[in-house]
């Protein structure tokens, strides 16, 4: 499938729109716009490939947690997915044929860091500031995702560590690791990731665990070459089972509203599971969760729980607290000798970066208007910054479904407010203000009583300066469609063109 639509002169650095951040939702984005026949934008991407998250996650193990027939565009179906959920090289491979098929490549300017953009009102345009110098655009993008700036512990004394130290978002593959004595700091979705892959490996492996993890059985298993044949042949056969998936997905979220008896049904699953797979009751008791289920992101895995109970493997059920030389302390002062630290410590989710380099209207940051956490109105645009649409930004995680599926709803949004300002003759949208807080107000009513909020932990979801949600999507993946898969004219401030605009 080649396009026979332009490409942007290889020198441009104006278009009508800039899109920072080529990983699904740049991506998606980007093709459903050359689909149509729009090619007046550019996409600035600070690394040397597309894929975003299934480009830098590329340490062993790296997988989805949702089944790849339902992650990955509605648009562009893929019979060939190996497994259920598919490893994540071949996620990647999927994204770089889909940048390459749809003729996005020539949009992408690669090596671009955007370091500063900064509404000017003169002009009615955002000037972007790059590594790469200045671009200009009527509309800017952030598509910079959650999870694409690594969160580093801070553990005293890590700067002192004599061995090799990374975290699993940029993994060293140059590091020697058979044999090796090797930590990992962690217990999230990327660390039982890792951990059965550095138990094979290691001569000894710690792993240090703050707070238990919920983990569920893993229903994986690889597609037969029939049944990828038949998926090639008949289509509908794929969006049927897009369709189960995502259904199954949505049956899932009564767990996050603490409905008690879809509580008590994932908690069953997800104990009965580690009661089959941990004989050891010390250990079990180690990886039994003190909070309530859902409130930090269900795990699926069938190896993590098998590995830690390898003979050379010991789980600290402890953070770790300081490092000193070649010693891994925990804090409840166990002391390890290690070779290799591998940090799977998650991501900078709740303040993201880029929000420090966005400047609207009256001059100052994203993140300073963010203050007490980030807020948008219908989970994209921000009073005070005109013409910006953020995709993938607040209130749009889930824990429960597939991202691809909330950000292809708000692709559906921003191409609808596209054509209204075409049709309109409209220079500058700008969110306002009350809608914008109604809005907020709102989700925060449909948050009270789920599970982030009221289940007893501490996560990444809730942000620490205002105790709100405002990295997930409080209500079913169905629902966010329903709100936020059109465009709200009603919400936004319009400044028309003028003949000179
Ligand atoms: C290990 C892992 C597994 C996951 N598994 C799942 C899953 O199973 N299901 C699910 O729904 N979600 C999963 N996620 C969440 C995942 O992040 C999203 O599903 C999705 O990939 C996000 O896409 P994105 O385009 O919004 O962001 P990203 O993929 O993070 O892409 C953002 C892009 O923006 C670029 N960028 C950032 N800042 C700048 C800048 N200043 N200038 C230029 N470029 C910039 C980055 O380099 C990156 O390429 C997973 C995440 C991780 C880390």
Redesign the pocket.
């Known amino acids: 499938m080649t396009s026979s639509h332009s490409t942007p002169d290889s020198a441009s650095r104006q278009a009508r729109l800039i899109i920072?951040?080529?990983?699904?939702?740049?991506l998606g984005l980007g093709m459903r716009l050359r689909q149509r026949g729009d090619t007046d934008f550019l996409v600035?991407?600070?690394?040397a490939d597309v894929g975003?998250?299934?480009?830098d996650?590329d340490y062993p193990g790296?997988a989805?947690?949702?089944p790849s027939h339902l992650?990955s565009f509605s648009f562009r179906p893929n019979p060939n997915w190996s497994r259920v959920f598919s490893p994540g090289p071949e996620i990647q491979q999927y994204l770089r044929e889909c940048a390459r098929e749809s003729g996005l490549l020539p949009h992408i300017r690669f090596g671009?860091?955007?370091l500063a953009a900064r509404w000017q009102a003169e002009c009615r345009r955002w000037v972007i500031e790059t590594n790469h110098g200045d671009f200009e655009a009527e509309v800017l993008i952030t598509?910079?995702?959650?999870?694409?700036d690594e969160r580093l512990p801070e553990v005293p004394g890590l700067d002192s560590f004599t061995g090799e130290v990374f975290h699993s978002?940029r993994w060293n593959h140059q590091a020697e690791l058979k044999g090796k004595r090797i930590g990992v700091v962690g217990s999230g979705?990327?660390a039982i990731q890792v951990v059965p892959q550095m138990a094979e490996v290691a001569s000894e492996l710690v792993v240090f665990q703050r707070s238990a993890a919920y983990v569920i059985p893993r229903a994986d298993r690889a597609y037969t070459a029939a049944e990828q044949r038949l998926f090639a042949r008949d289509p509908e056969r794929m969006h049927a089972l897009r369709s189960e998936f995502f259904w199954n997905g949505e049956y899932n979220f009564a767990q996050r509203r603490n409905v008690p008896r879809y509580l008590q049904e994932a908690k069953d699953l997800a104990l009965g599971h580690l009661a089959r797979q941990v004989s050891d009751p010390v250990l079990r008791q180690k990886l039994t969760p003190d909070y309530e289920v859902g409130c930090k992101r269900l795990l699926i895995s069938n190896d993590y729980f098998p590995a830690l109970s390898r003979p050379n493997v010991t789980l600290e059920a402890s953070a770790l607290a300081r490092v000193e030389g070649s010693q891994g302390v925990a804090a409840n002062g166990a002391s390890h000798t290690l070779d290799v630290l591998v940090l799977a410590t998650g991501f900078e989710a709740t303040r993201p970066p880029?929000a420090k380099?966005v400047f609207g209207s009256a001059g100052h940051s994203l993140d300073a208007q963010w203050d007490q956490g980030m807020q948008a109105f219908d989970s994209i645009a921000v009073n005070g910054f005109p013409n910006l649409f953020i995709?993938?930004g607040p209130n749009t995680g889930?824990g429960h479904n597939?991202?691809?599926y909330i950000?292809e709803a708000q692709v559906d949004y921003l191409l609808e407010a596209l054509d209204h300002m075409r049709q309109q003759q409209i220079a500058v949208l700008e969110a306002d203000a009350q809608a914008e807080d109604a809005y907020m107000d709102a989700l925060h009513q449909r948050s009270q009583g789920t599970v982030w909020l009221a289940g007893g932990c501490k996560s990444w979801y809730v942000d620490p300066r205002s105790g709100r949600l405002t990295l997930v999507w409080p209500d079913y993946a169905h629902a966010f469609r329903d709100a936020n898969g059109h465009f709200h004219p009603e919400g936004y401030h319009p400044t028309p063109a003028t003949p000179s605009t």
């Open positions: 920072i951040g080529a990983g699904f939702a740049g600035l991407e600070r690394a975003g998250t299934w480009r996650n790296c989805c947690d949702v992650y671009t860091d955007m598509a910079t995702g959650h999870l694409a978002a979705a990327s880029f380099r995709l993938n889930l597939s991202v691809v950000i």
